[in-house]
């Protein structure tokens, strides 16, 4: 079975610093990584993805994240957030081989401070 | 753009009411997915389909059914509900092959 583990409940960063999003997961079988924002009073949207290839993936909004498989981690990051950021984050794992399934993490919310 | 829509926003219903929560997708796509979100728990998978009457239960299906008679319809039911489904449910839908899932805005339900 997958697992996702998201190590930061919550992150307030100052607006323009940089921001790391955790995010480690456990599976048996090579994995498919995303991560999702979901704003105030919307439904998740993609940031982006691993699907194989090169480790270190771009996104939408200057988000990028690396894939460490001897680490089994995803993390997400941004060299300088806006207010606009401000948001819940999940990342989530599939399957390649399985059922199109995603299986999330318990989400970090991002708080940017002015 | 893929447009996911749910019936309703906010949803208020009384202890032991039977419970429908819609959602249509526009783009063809034959996988459907229901998830509740809970803070603090992330989402977690209530059923989901990948064709016209055809479900398979996720991680949570206790209290829960769906049905699915059309595509682009795939409806959640919670047959007596129960204080502890107040929460807020989301839809999603993707396409055969690929692993985006597309997500609706979200219904928030409370069950008093």
């Known amino acids: 079975a997958q697992s996702v583990t998201q190590l930061d409940s919550q992150v307030p960063v100052f607006e323009e610093a940089p921001v790391e999003l955790r995010c480690n997961y456990s599976?048996?079988?090579?994995?498919?990584l995303f991560w999702y924002v979901q704003y105030p009073n919307q439904g998740l949207q993609l940031l982006l993805k691993y699907l194989s290839g090169s480790t270190l993936v771009k996104g939408i909004n200057g988000f990028e994240a690396e894939f460490n498989k001897s680490q089994t981690s995803f993390h997400l990051r941004k060299p300088s957030v806006h207010i606009s950021d401000t948001a819940e984050y999940f990342c989530a794992v599939s399957d390649p081989q399985g059922a199109q399934k995603l299986v999330f993490g318990q989400g970090t919310r991002l708080t940017i401070n002015p | 753009d893929v447009k996911v829509t749910q019936s309703s926003r906010y949803l208020v219903k009384r202890t032991g009411e039977k419970v429908f929560l819609e959602c249509v997708q526009d783009?063809?796509?034959?996988?459907m997915f229901w998830y509740r979100q809970d803070p603090g728990l992330g989402l977690r998978l209530i059923y989901f389909?990948?064709?016209?009457?055809?479900?398979e239960k996720g991680d949570i299906p206790e209290g829960y059914s769906v049905s699915r008679e059309k595509k682009e319809r795939f409806s959640l039911i919670l047959e007596s509900a129960s204080t502890n489904q107040t929460s807020m449910y989301l839809c999603a839908s993707s396409s055969e092959g690929t692993d985006t899932q597309y997500f609706g805005p979200g219904t928030r339900l409370t069950v008093l």
């Open positions: 599976s048996s079988v090579s994995v498919y």
């Open positions: 783009m063809d796509h034959e996988n």
């Open positions: 389909s990948y064709d016209v009457k055809m479900k």
